[in-house]
């Protein structure tokens, strides 16, 4: 009986430190945001969602740990709630423990709840790129949460390019960055190619009236399929889809389901705004310990290219991890899959530790 009991105890502490911790949503408004083309709303909002809670020293300044978690082109920070991230990072006694660490989870611009196209503007809303969507951010972080100082900076796609980013333009602000799947050099070669596939898809479409659209656009199709292909690895793809039927079905299904929620203008802002990412000239601006995680079977990012070890060089403090392909690695989605590289994370955590 005594064993049963403490068979019992385990399961149910196990099962609790599994719970993804609760998450807050709010939104924060920026006045007459003006972006890097010159362009300027009236009224930026940006939303994002929590877990934790922020400690405040006597000034109001957050002083316990704040992480910036960073989602990659076309999702939002929603994507980091769930149990493949949250349920492995975000509870008791896991790495990012939201009992001591106050997590913070954007949606960039043109995502999500943040303003974008599809709010009302469309292809008058303003162009935004990269850097308007750090120095948003930044801005979230330092006037509306009051955290001046960050414990750790991270994201994945995207997201991991917005880190390198981060880390360039604000070099003091952080004691720690994570970019998951992703280069620190601009857009080229073949990720520029399904980009530019997605691009003239929409803009080529006569369907697409620029941008004013009363129906979506043939053209968003593509767009969906061009995801759909570079998303995964090849295997999982097989596994999937093993006949010409099984991957007409799947796509199908895929492609259909994405119509349903997706638009054009805003997947077309979202790729078209990696057009002003380039840190590979600034590296050395990077301060604080950096390790970067991408996968062997990441058709976006190819390790065979070696972008991510020669640059890394550069980076004073910086660290190159290629993870194996193995049954646990899903592709470019491999950096949401925190179960496989998180032991880096707590690694990084630990030597950071002050």
């Known amino acids: ?135 948003a951010q930044y801005l979230l972080m330092t006037e509306g949460l009051g955290a001046s100082r960050l414990r750790l900076v991270m994201g994945t796609s995207m997201g991991g390019m917005l880190t390198w980013v981060w880390g360039e333009t604000y070099p003091g602000a952080m004691d720690a960055l994570m970019p998951l799947a992703s280069l620190p050099d601009q857009v080229s070669a073949r990720n520029r190619a399904w980009r530019r596939v997605a691009i003239d898809a929409i803009r080529r479409d006569p369907e697409w009236k620029d941008g004013n659209y009363t129906t979506q656009p043939r053209g968003l199709r593509t767009v969906a399929q061009m995801l759909w292909l570079m998303g995964s690895n090849p295997i999982i793809r097989l596994k999937q889809a093993p006949t010409l039927a099984d991957a007409d079905r799947v796509l199908d299904e895929y492609v259909d389901a994405y119509m349903k929620t997706g638009d054009a203008n805003d997947i077309l802002y979202a790729i078209e705004a990696s057009r002003d990412y380039d840190p590979k000239p600034g590296l050395e601006k990077i301060v604080a310990p950096l390790v970067a995680i991408n996968s062997a079977d990441d058709i976006i990012n190819p390790p065979e290219l070696g972008v991510l070890e020669r640059e890394m060089g550069r980076v004073k403090q910086g660290k190159a991890m290629v993870l194996p392909l193995s049954d646990k690695t899903v592709g470019h989605g491999t950096h949401t899959a925190a179960a496989v590289w998180k032991e880096h994370l707590v690694a990084l955590l630990t030597a950071t530790e002050k």
Not at 84 to 103: N, R, S, T, V
């Open 1 to 135: 009986m005594l064993i049963r009991a403490l068979l019992l105890v385990l399961l149910v502490a196990r099962l609790v430190a599994a719970q993804p911790a609760t998450v807050t949503e709010a939104d924060y408004v920026i006045g007459d945001f003006r972006f890097a083309s010159g362009e300027v709303l009236p009224q930026l909002r940006l939303h994002y969602r929590t877990v934790g809670t922020p400690q405040r020293d006597s000034s109001g300044r957050v002083r316990n740990a704040v992480i910036v978690v960073m989602h990659g082109t076309g999702g939002t920070g929603a994507q980091f709630v769930g149990p493949g991230f949250a349920g492995e990072l975000f509870g008791a006694g896991q790495p990012l423990d939201a009992a001591k660490y106050f997590i913070v989870m954007p949606d960039a611009i043109g995502h999500g709840k943040s303003s974008k196209p599809s709010d009302g503007l469309r292809a008058k809303f303003p162009r935004y790129g990269y850097q308007d969507v750090v120095r």
